[in-house]
């Protein structure tokens, strides 16, 4: 009997969203693992639907080390998918030793990444580790949270990185903070393929 009012409660529940649909913002953020992980997963998520998503990595570049999601990505692209992957950045940030060079690369990003926001034909746009380019001083938080603001009505936007801004936690339809309670390289076991790349 209580699980048959708990169906009915749940029932009402998802009848009452009918009809609410619109394109999010999404924001995953904290210290934990598995920020870009989960947000890659609504990638796949979309191109399982033929429907197309774009990834714009901030940070993230080709040289530093085989990302698995973009190795995976770029078949999926060569293979028809409706996907765009591009990968701008100019790598770890404690690697860094030209700012003005990082700015740079941030700054096209969001140039690309203000244009498929725009974009009518794209469904989903992930901001990869757009929120270290924000606390890294790289870009402007407003004008990011704005261009998001922005987007045609039906699309769908995930930030990820430690240190979202408040202003889009604010802003974000859903927020998921990942926490670390453990991690490998406490152990003194290095990133490995398959798990973090």
Not at 2 to 23: D, Q, T, Y
Not at 143 to 170: C, M, Q, W, Y
Request: with cysteine; hydrophobic share 35%.
């Amino acid at each position: 009997m209580l699980e048959s009012r708990k169906k009915k409660v749940v029932e009402k529940r998802i009848a009452s969203c009918e009809g609410n649909e619109k394109g999010l913002h999404m924001v995953h953020t904290g210290n934990g693992k598995g920020k870009t992980s989960a947000a890659m997963n609504m990638v796949y998520r979309h191109l399982a639907h033929n429907m197309p998503a774009v990834v714009v990595q901030f940070v993230k570049c080709e040289d530093e080390y085989p990302d698995g999601d973009r190795r995976l990505l770029m078949k999926l692209s060569e293979q028809g998918f409706p996907v765009t992957i591009l990968t701008m950045g100019t790598g770890f940030s404690w690697n860094s030793t030209d700012k003005n060079k990082d700015i740079e690369a941030a700054e096209n990003a969001f140039k690309k990444a203000v244009e498929y926001l725009n974009d009518e034909t794209t469904s989903l746009v992930l901001l990869d580790e757009v929120h270290i380019a924000i606390s890294l001083a790289y870009l402007d938080e407003g004008r990011v949270l704005e261009a998001i603001k922005n987007k045609p009505d039906f699309k769908h936007v995930v930030t990820t990185g430690r240190r979202a801004p408040e202003s889009f936690i604010e802003n974000a339809d859903l927020v998921t903070e990942m926490k670390q309670i453990k991690h490998p390289m406490s152990k003194k076991i290095p990133a490995q393929i398959g798990i973090e790349y």
